[in-house]
C-alpha cells in the first residue's frame, strides 16, 4: 500500500537553530499539505502546495518557517531559527487533489520535534 | 470561538458498550464532514465520511444534524481496538481547507 514518507522521524534541536523536515507524498498525489499538531489538539494547516505552487500559506508563521515543493514531488519544510513554542509534530498529508469537498487526505508518520 | 470543537472526554467504557460522541462546527456553509481517526503518537487516518443521509461502516454510525450544526459518531460492541482520539473534520467552504477538531478520547477496557 502506497504511504506518506517523512523524514527524520524524530528531532531534538536548540533553539535559535534550524531544521528540517522531508515528505514524499504517495506517486501521483498533486496536493500536498504541511499541518503542525501540538499535542492535546487536532492538526492545523500550515502549507497546501498544489503541485509545485503554493495554494495556501496563510498560517505558515513566514518569518522563521519557509517550504517548497521545487519538483512538485517530495517537499521540505524549514524552521530557523527554531523556538521553544515550534515543539510539535509536523504531518504532512498528500491527496489526489484539491477538489470542493474535500478528497482524501493520507498522512505521513510525522516528524516529532523538540526545541530545548 | 473555534470552527470544529468536541468534547475532548476522555470516554472510557468496557469492551462490548456502545459509546456516542458529537462534534459542532461554526461554520452553516461547511459542506462536507469526516471523522479521522488517530492512535497515540500516530497520524490521522480517516475513518469515515459523513454523510448527509447518516451512514454506516461496520459498528460505526455517523449523523449529521445540519439544523443544529452537529455531526456525531456512535460505536457499538466496542472493541479493546477502538481505543484512539476521533478527530472531527469539516471541510471549511470557499477554500477547501479541512478543519480538525482537537479530538475526543475513547478508552475502552477488557
Known amino acids: 500500500e502506497a504511504e506518506v514518507a517523512q523524514s527524520p522521524r524524530y528531532k531534538i534541536t536548540e533553539k535559535s537553530q534550524a531544521v528540517a523536515f522531508w515528505c514524499d507524498p504517495i506517486s501521483g498525489h498533486a496536493t500536498l499539505y504541511w499541518y503542525r499538531q501540538i499535542l492535546g489538539q487536532g492538526p492545523e494547516l500550515l502549507v497546501q502546495?498544489?503541485?509545485?505552487?503554493?495554494?495556501?500559506d496563510s498560517q505558515l508563521p513566514k518569518d522563521r518557517f519557509s517550504a517548497e515543493r521545487l519538483k512538485g514531488v517530495d517537499s521540505t519544510l524549514k524552521i530557523q531559527p527554531a523556538e521553544l513554542g515550534d515543539s510539535a509534530m509536523y504531518l504532512c498529508a498528500s491527496s489526489l487533489a484539491w477538489v470542493a469537498g474535500g478528497n482524501e487526505q493520507f498522512f505521513g508518520p510525522g516528524t516529532r520535534l523538540t526545541v530545548l | 470561538r473555534k470552527e470544529v470543537e468536541q468534547d475532548p472526554g476522555p470516554f472510557n467504557v468496557p469492551e462490548g458498550a456502545t459509546v456516542a460522541f458529537n462534534c459542532t462546527y461554526s461554520?452553516?456553509?461547511?459542506?462536507?464532514f469526516f471523522w479521522y481517526r488517530q492512535d497515540c503518537r500516530k497520524e490521522p487516518k480517516l475513518l469515515m465520511s459523513?454523510?448527509?443521509s447518516g451512514n454506516e461502516d461496520g459498528r460505526f454510525t455517523a449523523q449529521l444534524n445540519r439544523a443544529s450544526q452537529y455531526i456525531s459518531l456512535l460505536i457499538r460492541d466496542s472493541k479493546l481496538s477502538d481505543s484512539a482520539t476521533y478527530l472531527c473534520?469539516?471541510?471549511?467552504?470557499?477554500?477547501?481547507?479541512?478543519?480538525f477538531g482537537a479530538g475526543t478520547t475513547v478508552t475502552v477496557r477488557a
Open positions: 502546495f498544489q503541485d509545485e505552487s503554493v495554494v495556501d
Open positions: 461554520n452553516s456553509a461547511s459542506q462536507s
Open positions: 473534520v469539516v471541510n471549511t467552504p470557499n477554500d477547501y481547507k479541512l478543519s
Open positions: 459523513v454523510y448527509s
